[in-house]
């Protein structure tokens, strides 16, 4: 299974931005989608945003539409979630992972990469 590695987190007022990189062992196929996920304390881990594979469009949730985007260069290694005007509620870890599209919406994964902390302050 492609191994995942998230980077990019780190500590930012409310407002400001962040973007998460998600470097992967292998190229990423234009048929797979990428997902970011996050887990807050006690918390699940929930599914955020996607980038689907090529024509395929994806949602995200609502939580975060309007002010995360995600991106990625096909036939390369890495996909990005672009965080603009960061919330407290957007406190969280953040994990990415690549698989079909149903796979990536149900997050029915059994490798996940070690996450990067992003952490939002008033």
């Known amino acids: 299974q492609v191994q995942l590695v998230e980077s990019g987190g780190g500590l930012v007022q409310a407002g400001g931005s962040l973007r998460l990189s998600c470097e992967a062992s292998?190229?990423?196929?234009?048929?797979?989608?990428v997902g970011w996920y996050r887990q807050a304390p006690g918390k699940q881990r929930k599914l955020v945003a996607a980038h689907g594979p090529t024509g395929v469009k994806m949602t995200y949730d609502d939580s975060v539409k309007g002010r995360f985007t995600t991106f990625r260069d096909n036939a390369k290694t890495t996909a990005y979630l672009q965080m603009n005007n960061l919330k407290l509620e957007d406190t969280a870890v953040y994990y990415c992972n690549v698989g079909p599209v149903l796979r990536v919406v149900r997050g029915n994964f059994e490798s996940w990469g070690q996450g990067t902390q992003v952490t939002v302050s008033s």
């Open positions: 292998e190229i990423i196929s234009a048929n797979n989608a």
